[in-house]
């Protein structure tokens, strides 16, 4: 993992030959996580926007613009919760010997290995620290 952050990507490759509109993808950490698609009056995104503690935004039919303001708010968000984590929340949680907190993701050293958090580590991490504040 490089960064959590959700961005909007065409996906003009998923497109069936009847859709006149373009399809859409949510990813994140270069995964698609959610399809976005166009359905008789707006584009619906399926599951929904993710957001940093695990729970989803399920929008009904809207404009794209919404669904980046939408995303871009999960972002901010993201960013907000961060802030709480501090090295010593991430050794409780995680065991570890050495954290790293970048702005761009959180490096964690086990001994013999050391990895990025994934999205799934993040959102347990986060969940546990809007626990102790």
Known sequence: MKKFYLRLVEAPRRKAVCEKEMRYE????????ADVFYN????CVNPGIPYSDGSFLRLPE?????????????????????RLITPEVVKRVFNCKEVEIHNNG???????????????????????????K
Do not use: D
């Open 26 to 33: 949510i990813h994140s950490e270069e995964k698609r996580i």
């Open 40 to 43: 008789m009056r707006g584009y």
């Open 62 to 82: 809207c404009s794209l613009s919404q669904i980046r303001k939408e995303i871009a708010a999960s972002n901010r968000e993201h960013k907000r919760v961060m």
């Open 106 to 132: 959180i490096w964690i050293t086990i001994p013999q290995s050391g990895h990025w958090l994934t999205l799934e580590e993040t959102i347990r991490l986060i969940k546990f620290a809007s626990e102790l």
